[in-house]
């Protein structure tokens, strides 16, 4: 088997291997492995190929660590699932009070209790914004 086509089945078996990890070592790994696939390909000897793949290794390692530590140490700037309906505007359907409540949020109905304990009830067709989510109940309180 021609050497051009090991380097190049390493850094497709890399690339593929990193779909599944994530990891991005790997896919620096089957990056750097293309390098010494041309390079043998045009017939430079073996030697030349291995320093070239530890070169480019370290080079992509080098490169891409500090921007994949940059992303890591990011903040999630969205929210997802229920926390994204936190700060959201809701109609109550169902007259809330401390035992029952339905609103709507965003098209979707929910349980709701008012946000704090001593709250009166909320009558049908008034406006909130919740609060918090816990389980399938959002706590409530009425929109100013």
């Known amino acids: 088997m021609e050497v051009w086509l ?7 078996a890399a690339g593929v291997v990193e779909v599944f990890t994530l990891t991005a070592a790997l896919g620096v790994l ?7 696939a041309a390079l043998a ?3 430079l ?3 030349i190929q291995l320093l070239t793949f ?10 891409v ?4 530590l940059r992303h890591m140490r990011t903040p999630q700037v969205e929210q997802f699932g229920v926390d994204a309906l936190v ?3 809701a109609f109550v359907l169902r007259e809330v009070t401390d035992r029952d409540g339905l609103v709507r949020i965003d098209g979707e109905e929910w349980t709701a209790r008012p946000a704090f304990e001593d709250a009166e009830a909320i009558p049908v067709g008034a406006a909130v914004d919740v609060m918090r989510i816990s389980g399938t109940t959002a706590y409530v309180f009425p929109h100013e």
Request: no cysteine; proline share 11%; aromatic share 2%.
């Open 87 to 89: 700060g959201k505007r």
């Open 45 to 47: 000897p073996l030697p």
């Open 65 to 68: 660590r500090p921007i994949a």
């Open 6 to 12: 090991i380097w190049l089945v390493i850094a497709v």
């Open 41 to 43: 390909a045009l017939g």
């Open 54 to 63: 530890t070169v480019a290794a370290a080079a992509g390692v080098v490169l």
């Open 30 to 36: 089957g990056a750097a492995a293309l390098i010494p």
